[in-house]
């Protein structure tokens, strides 16, 4: 499975990003597709994840501010991040269970500063 991830970037306090990732390749036997982060310094650590079934799971720092979406005919996870904050900043990592083992994309640079 192939990860190509997209969005990302440079964006002040109180502003909005999207991150996208499509998997590509042998996609049979996904079970989740989801966001990861890590800021450095810190573990990696889940932000949020959808399951094939539609089972959502959200970090509690996101919740409110950030949405998951997921399109299972087309094997692509959006992350809709608004009201960013600076503790957001981190490197976010498409991440793919495939028969449960993690995939991860490249990963993509969110800076939230003013």
């Not at 042998?26 to 994840?49: F, H």
């Not at 490197?91 to 495939?98: L, T």
């Not at 083992?101 to 993509?108: E, K």
Request: charged letters at 20%.
């Amino acid at each position: 499975v192939q990860l190509v991830e997209s969005g990302g970037g440079l964006v002040q306090p109180g502003g909005s990003l999207r991150l996208s990732c499509a998997a590509s390749g042998t996609v049979r036997s996904i079970n989740a597709m989801g966001w990861y982060r890590q800021a450095p310094g810190k573990q990696r650590e889940l932000v949020a994840q959808v399951t094939t079934s539609g089972r959502t799971s959200i970090a509690d720092s996101v919740k409110g501010r950030f949405t998951i979406s997921r399109d299972n005919t087309k094997n692509t996870v959006d992350l809709q991040m608004n009201n960013l904050k600076p503790e957001d900043t981190a490197v976010y990592y498409c991440n793919v269970k495939k028969n449960w083992n993690d995939l991860w994309g490249q990963g993509t640079q969110v800076t939230v500063s003013s």
